[in-house]
């Protein structure tokens, strides 16, 4: 059975400053998912990681994927308060299903 | 483009009522669905998935069933709702290449 671990589960960050969120899954994934929720709403699709090394950016976040390690991470660099939101990464097995962590809910202050 | 329908947003049921929760997709053929169910401050718990018409499969023991009767609705449904059936219930899609999934905007359930 996969299992998933974010860490941290809570983070305040001020705003400018940088973070890294952790996401280690315990079996094999052939791929990886990154998805952000903002609160009462569903979950929007940031980021598809399909192989080993693989590094994907947008705007201010930045996700890689090391499958050897079996773990990704979600980089924020200079974080402004649009980002505050929960942040789920979600490997899938080779059966085609994806398991999710329970999140990192970012808190950005100014 | 693909669009994903689902409704309705919140619902309050009493325990032992039915339950009917309806997931209708746009644009694309024979995708995969998915019925997800989060508990207050966690992450999302697969429920359901669908690769064709009439295939369900379930991955936890439960109070409730899904259907696929058509190729692009996903159907979630109790006979007798338990308190701890309440959660956000989200539906969720995926193509043929797998690449990444698209959720529905969500049912609040409350069974009181």
């Known amino acids: 059975e996969l299992k998933v671990e974010q860490n941290p589960l809570f983070l305040s960050m001020q705003e400018g400053k940088n973070y890294t969120i952790y996401c280690n899954y315990s079996t094999t994934s052939d791929r990886l998912y990154w998805y952000r929720q903002d609160p009462g709403k569903s979950l929007e699709s940031l980021f598809v990681l399909l192989s080993n090394g693989a590094v994907k950016q947008e705007g201010r976040l930045m996700a890689s994927l090391d499958t050897k390690a079996r773990l990704s991470t979600l980089h924020i660099t200079a974080a402004v308060h649009d980002l505050s939101a929960t942040y789920f990464c979600?490997?899938?097995?080779?059966?085609?299903?994806?398991?999710f962590g329970d999140g990192t809910t970012l808190t950005v202050k100014p | 483009s693909q669009t994903i329908h689902q409704w309705p947003a919140t619902l309050v049921q009493p325990v032992g009522s039915p339950l009917s929760l309806e997931c209708t997709v746009e644009?694309?053929?024979?995708?995969?669905l998915y019925w997800y169910r989060q508990a207050a401050g966690r992450g999302l718990q697969l429920l359901f998935y669908?690769?064709?018409?009439?295939?369900i499969s379930s991955e936890v023991p439960q109070n409730l069933s899904a259907s696929r009767p058509q190729d692009r609705q996903f159907i979630l449904s109790s006979k007798k709702l338990l308190l701890s059936d309440s959660g956000f219930y989200l539906c969720?899609?995926?193509?043929?290449?797998?690449?990444?999934?698209?959720f529905g905007q969500g049912t609040r359930l409350t069974v009181v």
């Open positions: 979600a490997p899938r097995t080779n059966a085609g299903k994806s398991t």
């Open positions: 669908s690769v064709g018409i009439g295939q």
């Open positions: 969720a899609w995926m193509g043929l290449m797998n690449t990444e999934a698209f």
């Open positions: 644009g694309t053929s024979n995708p995969n």
